[in-house]
């Protein structure tokens, strides 16, 4: 059960797009209808901002957005602002034996 | 308002047990399964354990399966977590979470294995 792979880090200034891969594989992220992003500021708990692969919740703004291409996921921050700075984690079902599955995490930095 | 809220974290030795409870409220309980999430000193997000709305389905991560032991009650809206044989890599913030459209965490509760 290998974390699904995400870059350590990214970084933009404000009002750039800064793009978030999230890499797995057929048995995940490529199978799987069920991917999500949170956004999880220090010593809180994890903010869902996508889910499905590209729905947003009510309340996350449309500067935020997700897509899929082949055993990839990708988040897109669109015009980033300083408070997009915090720790991003994708998520994918991963069938019914492994179940759930995280990515290592991405630590964005608004320059 | 929906809440998730842990509880029953602390020190335990290497080899000890531990029982986490999360109280849900604010929303159908027995509507929702509902996971285990945990997360080391400065480290990333782990999934843990599932269960079924009805606790007719559970399942665990290979790092806890044989040690852990997932259940509810969904007469008091509760959702347990026991660990058994719990080893020094187990310490971590645990969180309860609703995953999915529907999602929701707790603030999570501290774990530390250590002797």
């Known amino acids: 059960q290998s974390a699904l792979t995400q870059p350590h880090s990214v970084s933009g200034s404000p009002g750039q797009s800064v793009t978030i891969s999230c890499s797995g594989t057929?048995?995940?992220?490529?199978?799987?209808?069920?991917v999500s992003w949170y956004q999880q500021l220090p010593g809180k708990a994890p903010k869902l901002l996508i889910y499905?692969?590209?729905n947003r919740p009510s309340g996350v703004p449309d500067r935020f957005s997700g897509s899929k291409s082949g055993n990839t996921a990708s988040l897109t921050i669109s015009g980033l602002q300083t408070e997009d700075e915090a720790d991003y984690y994708c998520?994918?079902?991963?069938?019914?034996?492994?179940?759930?599955?995280f990515g290592t995490g991405t630590k964005v930095t608004v320059l | 308002q929906v809440h998730l809220v842990e509880s029953g974290g602390g020190v335990v030795q290497p080899g000890g047990s531990l029982r986490l409870s999360c109280a849900g409220s604010g929303f159908t309980f027995s509507d929702y399964g509902i996971h285990w999430v945990r997360q080391a000193p400065g480290k990333g997000l782990q999934w843990v354990s599932f269960?079924?709305?009805?606790?007719?389905?559970?399942q665990y991560g290979d790092a806890v399966k044989g040690r852990f032991i997932i259940s509810r009650d969904n007469s008091k809206s509760t959702l347990y977590l026991q660990m058994n044989s719990l080893r020094r890599e187990d310490t971590a913030v645990y969180y309860c979470?609703?995953?999915?459209?529907?999602?929701?965490w707790g603030q999570g509760t501290l774990v530390t294995v250590s002797s």
């Open positions: 979470a609703v995953i999915g459209d529907f999602d929701y």
């Open positions: 499905y692969v590209n």
């Open positions: 998520c994918s079902y991963a069938g019914r034996n492994t179940f759930y599955i």
């Open positions: 057929s048995s995940d992220v490529g199978g799987s209808d069920y």
């Open positions: 269960i079924r709305h009805d606790g007719s389905k559970k």
